[in-house]
């Protein structure tokens, strides 16, 4: 695609909470910040324009083609920003070989980007017809089909029922099997069909196949064991007095932030509520109606007394 046609979309895409996470790391010339989530680069962009001239800034994602897409449409910023293919379960490594083992501030927009649900061929969407992948690394990993091939029926309504907090897994589960057995599930709509099998197509509100398609996306991607990886890594990869600006979309995600951010003697959780997009932003962009951005900062290590030096 062209830089034009890249710069075209990006200037449509406003990045969620942007105005608030700036306000969170409060970018500043000569900071260093990670984005571990790079996607289209709208925070990443928000960010190197806030700490010009001389702000840098390394943006971390498994998926490739956003690390290429992205890359092309943040070269003006030259050398001040890096760019990496990988997870948050990398994260020490990626930053250490990026030359910047400890940053000022990092910034975490959880789950897929609009891109990845909008390309069919990815295999995220139960509207269009595509692969049943839904891998956001596509050079590595199980798809989904091969995920739901390595499960039998129960373990699957499992993973509908705690990942995706379907009621109706267990008859959803049977369904999908069945599809399989039929040799009726190779796309995503033949994966929509056998939930609405059970469950009927949507009449109002949200389509009853979103939580089964959570739920696999979930298990696909590792998501809250990388997650886990990625709080686990905040205190060490923090300044002294380094914030991170984690944004969630649903309760699977935001308990485990809440509860680690709170928890790190390390750090210091800002505000006492989550941040949550205003009447304006949840108009204008409708995925930001579920988002929750939670910050901390990270305390002086001389008043830690397990701190060893890096
Ligand atoms: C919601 S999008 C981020 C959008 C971005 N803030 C922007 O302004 O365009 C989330 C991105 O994070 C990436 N991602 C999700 N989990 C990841 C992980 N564990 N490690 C690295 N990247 C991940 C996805 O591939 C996706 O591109």
Not at 96 to 113: E, F, I
Not at 188 to 196: E, G, K, N, P, V
Not at 257 to 270: C, F, G, M, Q, T
């Amino acid at each position: 695609m062209s830089t034009n046609a890249l710069d075209a979309i990006a200037k449509a895409h406003v990045p969620v909470l942007r105005d608030d996470v700036l306000r969170l790391i409060a970018p500043r010339d000569g900071g260093v910040y990670v984005d571990v989530t790079l996607g289209r680069g709208g925070h990443a962009e928000a960010i190197l324009e806030a700490s010009a001239p001389s702000g840098r800034l390394v943006g971390i994602d498994r998926d490739e083609t956003a690390i290429r897409e992205t890359r092309e449409r943040l070269s003006r910023f030259g050398e001040r920003v890096r760019f990496v293919h990988g997870a948050f379960s990398g994260l020490r490594a990626h930053l250490a070989s990026a030359g910047t083992p400890r940053v000022d501030g990092l910034v975490a927009d959880l789950g897929v980007s609009s891109p990845q649900l909008d390309t069919a061929e990815r295999g995220f969407s139960f509207k269009s017809e595509g692969p049943l992948d839904m891998r956001m690394d596509t050079s590595s990993g199980k798809t989904a089909r091969e995920v739901i091939a390595d499960m039998d029926e129960r373990e699957l309504a499992d993973v509908l029922f705690q990942y995706g907090e379907e009621r109706k897994s267990r008859p959803i589960a049977r369904s999908i099997k069945r599809a399989e057995a039929d040799g009726r599930l190779e796309t995503t709509l033949d994966l929509s069909r056998a939930i609405w099998r059970v469950t009927g197509p949507r009449r109002v509100g949200i389509d009853p196949a979103t939580r089964s398609f959570q739920a696999l996306r979930i298990v696909v991607n590792a998501e809250l064991g990388e997650l886990e990886a990625l709080l686990d890594a905040l205190p060490d990869v923090l300044v002294d007095g380094g914030v991170a600006a984690i944004i969630s979309f649903h309760s699977l995600e935001d308990r485990p932030v809440k509860h680690a951010l709170k928890a790190d003697p390390r750090l210091e959780v800002i505000g006492k509520k989550p941040i949550e997009a205003n009447e304006d932003e949840a108009r204008d962009n409708p995925r930001s109606r579920s988002a929750k951005l939670r910050g901390a900062k990270r305390l002086p290590r001389a008043e830690d007394p397990a701190e060893v030096s890096p």
